[in-house]
């Protein structure tokens, strides 16, 4: 890959995953405090646990991308416990490593990364996998939101909660 291509790429999958952040944030701030240690299924994430994944996952990773290495070891050191702490840290966070991203040289986007060995990808790729990797687990946190007694956000068009209304 050249460096101009994952230029390229590194804007266009950046645009899909600053789509994705309002949607991500709003299914997190649906979850009731009440109702955060539910989990559908002994081994299953509770809904914190779920989404404190999905919000350490996206700024570790895309750190990890602006590095051009990745890492098991956890670097989020602050621990909510709470809706509001949660999306507060995101809120922080997120757009600090997402410039991050933002500002790396073409040449770093294009280099081979190794992902624990189990891919060996142009390091823009990897983008990419942040915003499929946050889309999959939202999609089962908005599986726990009924049950736990909240409302569906709309997500890629209306709910029962919060029907679609397109502009006129």
């Not at 350490?56 to 956890?74: H, K, N, P, R």
């Amino acid at each position: 890959m050249t460096p101009e291509a994952a230029a390229g790429l590194r804007d266009a999958f950046v645009g899909g995953f600053e789509f994705e952040v309002p949607v991500t944030r709003k299914v997190i701030a649906a979850i009731p405090e009440d109702g955060k240690e539910f989990r559908p299924d002994p081994k299953a994430r509770t809904a914190f646990e779920l989404a404190h994944h999905i919000v350490t996952t996206e700024i570790q990773m895309l750190d990890e991308v602006a590095d051009g290495a990745f890492s098991m070891e956890e670097r989020i050191k602050e621990k909510p416990t709470t809706i509001a702490g949660l999306l507060a840290l995101y809120d922080r966070e997120l757009p600090r490593a997402l410039g991050r991203v933002k500002a790396l040289p073409p040449a770093d986007l294009a280099k081979i990364v190794d992902f624990y060995g189990a891919f060996q990808l142009p390091n823009v790729m990897y983008v990419s996998f942040v915003t499929m990797h946050s889309v999959h687990h939202r999609g089962q946190l908005s599986t726990y939101l009924r049950p736990i007694g909240s409302t569906v956000p709309s997500i890629y068009g209306g709910s029962a909660d919060e029907p679609w209304a397109p502009e006129s």
